[in-house]
């Protein structure tokens, strides 16, 4: 082996020595062949150089920059960059290398053993040379083999020649722990052992001796290795046993500088494991077997470079206890064998100083030794019996840890702390596997300090079982990012935030690279600093509720370790130790870890109260494993099909942090069920929250269900609850989500009811909870797909989700939800047969009863009214209440609903309550706050933190206990209850505990303080403490604007719709105007950034007080706050055009308007219709007014079409025309001055000639200045009613509760259309068809004719298709008056619209005269489709094309029938040219179905379908069309043709043509339909539906 060795090693420096000498002249293999050969770097460094064809030349030029972009990492950079610097041309150290060190095969192994002449072992100077020659520079220490080359340059460095000059100060550190293994100290490079070598102390303490040893390993062969290991142990092991003194022998240590950390390449440490055992007999003889009771196995002690990281050497080091129970008297020769003579020499080796000497050499010594052999053997026993007691005096500390952590209590479940942010820094390998109790702990956050730590440290360990999110310190340093956008953006609170805050070594980047503690200082700590005040802020971490604890897993020995930083930083944000706790595993490190704070100016004595520091971390993660919860089941199922189970992982668990999951097995075969009367306090505790108001939990209907107490009250309306979920899971084929919706009075147990329904079902459904509102959607649709899928093998697995979401402000939510929900499904490709995900809505509702009515098939109502059984399930309640329990009067909450809401019994409660407060008291504006909130804002809530800061209670512990918030309040924490907080944070919230006490408050405070709520709302805006700190704030911010902004809408299950929020309609009604103005200028400074304020201000103005001019300053702010909001510009436009309305109603009784009023008017109208039109513009770009709505925190999550500006223009026009009819210019009695003024606003003529008078000059002059905006209004008008019926007629709302909303706004349309065409479309009925008038009177009157009837555009001839009397004769008469257009001229937009007509006629009377044939209408449209190309920017021309073009047999295709790909192409591109932007909420509609006919008789109309049914009631025939039954009738598989195709990449693609290669997509009514076959291609069939933005595939199945 030996030979190969170095035979080898010679082909080496043969190649190098074939280098040529100047570095110019090296190729790229030359450098490759420097880089791996001489530098010993890995082979891959080289190849890199010289795959980027690195030469000679180009090497020369490189910086450490450009090698770290070539893929090479840090530490072969350095070296790389040292050795170019450290020598003017690398080819000269290779053409100087030795040949006599180079070709070395063995190794004296007598060096720095006992000269041969002399007693003592020295050292010779030739040796000490080739000692101090032995050291590695600090780059050199990073390479793994440095090199004789290397080593020449090194002894110019720190040789002999440099002896004299002083070497630089370098990092102190402490031995590995005595007689340990499993502890997890490191060592470090350049760093130095701050013991000396030494002789016996006093027994106890170890004797040290240092070896630099890298030699031996280096030249030596294996046998000469063994003899060097084994010569270097046993000697100083004797020497150690002989003179009873515990003892350390470290290899990889050098002399000089003494005790200076080197480390020794290891390439398996089996041999010196194996060397050790195998030769202790050859050593120690007879005594071998009490050697080796003495001596230790080797310990392999890591050395990790200055930044932390690994260099892949060690320290090996053999302990020596010669215990006396061992040794007695005994002494132990031993020998050592000399490999030159190649024989063993007997010695006998004691320790004197810091050398071993061999008494065999020294006879009167050694007499010495033997006669006082007993009396060393009596100071070793009485050394340890000493040794013994001191270690018994040590306090256990146990307890200490228990208290330190838990805050005094005893188990984390009642832990006074809510969180835990924890600091390690590097743990050994072999002690991971101790770390397993944090995953018992609600880690908020870590800070590690090992950069490691991710590949193979304790954070690679955790996350095995649990979640964790890594970061980086800048993470939480994003600029112009708020805490409440950090916490949403880096997920906080959900699940623990693991900050590697000293690189990352797994993640290449300058950013991730780890640092010394010097460049650390440097370069880090300012980030880090940053980062932990962020954590400690209280926005963040509630005041006094979250413990820092420092785990020490290896010893801090540097006064700049980031540990140490990372210590004094949260001191002093924390303002002292009291939240802080340190965990030192060793005395040793804790004695460290002491000094070096002392230094840091942190008592001692402080430090040692919140310090544990003689437990191992075995014993640490025992003792906290033990305080684990108690009310956790320890392994978690989900249902499966076939009544089988999955095994739920808490890592999967952790990573659903939108979702809290129900179990089947939940809170059963918990610790805490075993202990009775522990097991009763905490039901106690349970039902007490419960009945007091709390929120109910999963344990209330436990106790019920395993007889702990009575059966849960089941309300009235459980089993149809029950009933419609279930109906609803069992759909066939339909959406892959469906909603069922639970509309409910606050207060009435609607989310009770809502999880007695889950705890019921947990079985048959997966059930979830929504936990977290403010999570994207998509988020929260990924999360339940894989809820759907845990555990499961294939698609038929699959068990149903049952989600309940609580309390969504607006349904617009839930639609938008379920169709993410459906989006992820599709995504994940989830076939299925029968929904997957039931959403329970649970929603409050002012008016129940109403909102279910108007989804009645899919609703349920619970209302403040119990009934009869009801009541007698309340009142048997309470008798068991009773006798449980001595104060169940206090329950408010229960005894509200065994009332049966009675009134009278919620005012005693509250006059009790508030009877003999002082106004004036925190505690009474605390509950003000609270009772305007809870009335006004749904589970609106103050934190904690909050609350005890602004009534003073410290966190502090004082000598008495804490003082407690519900002390503090004292009578009014009866009405009060505590409340966990998911949304912004999560953290502990206050509220009233029912919805009505909080409303009877407010009524008391008025009738008996004469408190209003105005007052109470300004001194709650007022009050700085609840806006500028702690955790909750950014809640209590979101609630009170919403206070003060959200209006009441019927829509979604309010009374009525409000002008404004129901607060300030309250304040309105009773007290003044003038609070409102106070309170909403108040809220402005106080939300300086929310435009909205600002717009509600002016409304008030404008709508109430009629203060046009201060309505529009406030306006003009909101605009400029919100230049791009189009809302906001139409309440500018809505301040001008209140204006003009109100002055008109001032002037109505007088016959004309001054010139000045005319001035102002116009003024008016001209800037209301300009504000409109921008409003209009601003609508476009969503994305503007979405940064408004995000900035303000404002809660609406859905996206709608603003469609105000164009209504608020139609308005203003015809105030215009009023305000012009009130001049002498124009008399509206007076026909012809009626068509000049038809004329005039049309664009068509100027202000006529006959009107200027002398009388009117001024009027005249005044109509000329705004003569631009008159003459557009006609135009402007005909803009906005085309807008309006493309809007209503082509498109339609995605869901049904918007139609109702729309349905209002059409009305409102249609009654000023009706004005407008009384203006401007008013013609002759008589004269119309007289062929004696002018053709241009005629066609004149024709269009006039045609627009006020809404036939000369698309949309307004598809509006006949709706059953309106008399519509087959309108028809007619329209196709009469376009034929007579069309025999004047040929315009092409009048042939589109008689196509259309005749289409629409002919599906309104099919044996109409006045229908064109098929074949003339195709050759009209091919005619227009020949002009406009393919490219045209109107949708029209190409639908035309969709319907007539379309084959009467799909495999016999025309002409025409073959160019339907093309059509349909131009179609999608024209519809998304004009139309897109409106489909935010809507989508569009289909006009027509493909029927069983042929020629016109294949397109049939919704009406048709309808009017099949005569035997339904609309309201019935309505539920069919929304949830898609209709398909399955006979009726409409009479009417309707059923088409074949192939379903692929999420279209529909009709079976078309046999050998024709045309592609002819159909869009999925509803997308998910496809995805219920997965990703594959599928033969399926549907019906085809044509709507003006392509084709529509409707019920589709799988053929």
Known sequence: MGKKRAKNKGIKIKDQKNLPEKIEDWTKEHVKQWVTDELKLDEKHGNTLFQQDVTGTSLKLLQMQDLIAMGITYGPAIQIMHALKGKDDPGESTSKVPSKESSTETLDVNSSMENRDGGRMEVSAQEKSKSAGACESPELAKSEQPQPPIQE??????????????????????????????????????????????????????????????????????????????????????????????????????????????????????????????????????????????IREPRFVEVLQQNNTTSETFVIEVDVVPKHSCCQSKYFPSKIYNYEAREWESCLFIRKGPSSKNLLKDGKEHKLFMSKLDKLATSRKDAEEKHRENRRKRDCEGPKLVSLLTGNNDLLDNSHYDWYILVLNKCHPADIKHVNFLQEINLFAVLELDPESASNGVVKAFRENRAANLHIPKKYQKPGNSASETIEELNLYQQPSWIFCNGMSLVRGEEYQPLDPKLWQQQRAAEVRKLIAFLSHPDIMPRGKVLVVFLLLSQVEDPGDPMIEVCCMFYQELRGLDDMLCICIGETTYQCWKDLLQARSIEPDALADRCISNLSLDMVNGTILKLRSVTQTSQRFLPSKGFSS????????????????????????????????????????????????????????????????????????????????????????????????????????????AMHILWEMRKKFRCAVLKNKTLDFAEIGTQLTTLITYGTSNQFDYLPVLLLVDDFEEQENVYLLQHAIQSAITEKGIRYENPMVIILNCMRSQNPGKSSKSNSLNSIALKHNLSGKEKRAFEEKLNEIEDQYEHPEDFYSFMIMKENFDQQYIDNVVKNTLKGLDITS????????????????????????????????????????????????????????????????????????????????????????????????????????????????????????????????????????????????????????????????????????????????????????????????????????????????????QVYKSEIKYRLEENAQKPTVSVEVLKDLLNLAKNAAEAFKVSQQQTENKESEREDFQRTKYKRRYEIYNTSGYLGEIETGLYTIEILECTPLFNQKDELSRKHLIHFLSGNQGIPKSTWNAGSEEYRVILEEYENYLSTLQGSFKKAFDFFENYFVFLKPMNPEKEIVELKIRKKVHEFFKKYVEIFCKSDMDLLMNSKLSSSLQVENCRKSLEGSKADKFSGLLEHLSNHEKSTSKLEDIVKKYNVLLAQSSRQRDKQNLILASIILHCLNPKSKMVRPFSELKDQLRTILQSVGPEHRFVEPYFLASLLFWPENQKQLDKDSKQMEKYLNSLKKAFNGQYWKMCRSKQPVALFYLGKGSLLNKFIHKGKIDDSFTSLCSKTLSTLWQNGEIWKTQNVKHLLLRLTGKAEDNLIYVDYGIEEDIRIPARPVFLGKLKMIGRSIERVSFYLGFSIGGLIAYDIEII
């Open 153 to 294: 340059t090194m002894d110019n460095m720190i040789g002999q020649k440099d002896e004299e000059k002083p070497l630089p100060n370098r990092q102190t550190c402490l031995p590995y722990p005595f007689d340990d293994f499993h502890s997890g100290h490191r060592y470090i490079q350049q760093h130095v052992l701050s013991i000396p070598e030494t002789g016996p102390l006093n027994l106890i303490e170890p004797a040290h001796e240092f070896k630099l040893f890298t030699d031996a390993v280096k030249n030596a062969t294996k046998e000469n290795l063994k003899f060097k290991f084994c010569n270097e142990v046993f000697r100083f092991a004797a020497a150690c046993m002989n003179s009873r003194s515990n003892g350390t022998i470290h290899l990889g240590i050098l002399d000089k500088p003494h005790g200076e950390i080197v480390g020794v390449k290891v390439e398996s440490k089996d041999i010196y494991i194996s060397y050790f055992n195998t030769m202790i007999k050859d050593y120690f003889g007879i005594v071998a077997d009490v050697a080796k009771d003495c």
């Open 646 to 753: 999955s095994v739920l992982s808490k890592k999967e668990e952790d990573c659903m942090t939108a979702l809290e999951i129900l179990c089947e097995n939940e809170c059963k075969d918990t610790e805490i069920e075993k202990h009775k009367d522990r097991f009763s306090k905490f039901k106690k505790s349970q039902e007490e929250h419960f009945y007091r108001g709390g929120k109910v939990s999963w344990w209330n209907f436990y106790f019920s269900s395993e007889s702990y107490s009575l059966p849960f009250i089941k309300r009235d309306t459980y089993d149809k609850l029950e009933e419609l979920i279930e109906s609803e899971s069992q759909t066939l084929k339909q959406s892959p989500t469906k909603i069922v919706n639970l509309y409910h009075h606050p207060g009435c147990g609607g989310t009770t009811l």
């Open 922 to 1133: 925190k505690q009474a504006q605390l509950i003000s706050f609270l009772a305007l909130l809870n009335s006004y804002i749904t589970e609106s809530t103050i934190s904690v933190s909050q609350c005890e800061e602004f009534l003073g209670i410290s966190t502090k512990k004082a000598y008495w206990g804490r003082e407690s918030l519900e002390d503090k309040m004292g009578n009014c924490s009866n009405i009060i209850i505590q409340t966990e907080v998911q949304e912004l944070g999560r953290y502990k919230g206050v509220r009233i505990s029912h919805s009505l006490i909080a409303k009877q408050c407010l009524e008391e405070f008025k009738q008996t303080y004469d408190l209003t709520k105005s007052e109470i709302i300004l001194s709650l805006l007022q009050n700085n403490l609840f806006y500028d700190t702690g955790i909750g704030r950014d809640k209590i911010h979101q609630d009170v604007q919403s206070m003060l902004l959200t209006r009441h809408r019927k829509e979604h299950g309010d009374d009525t719709d409000t002008l404004f929020s129901p607060l300030i309609e309250a304040i309105q009604k009773e007290e003044r105007g003038t609070e409102v103005e106070r309170v909403l200028m108040e809220g402005t400074q106080r939300f300086s950034q929310n435009v909205f304020l600002s717009q509600a201000l002016a409304r008030h103005f404008y709508i109430k007080e009629k203060k046009f001019g201060h309505a529009l300053e406030w306006a003009l702010k909101a605009r400029k706050g919100a230049p791009n909001n189009s809302y906001i510009s139409d309440t500018l436009g």
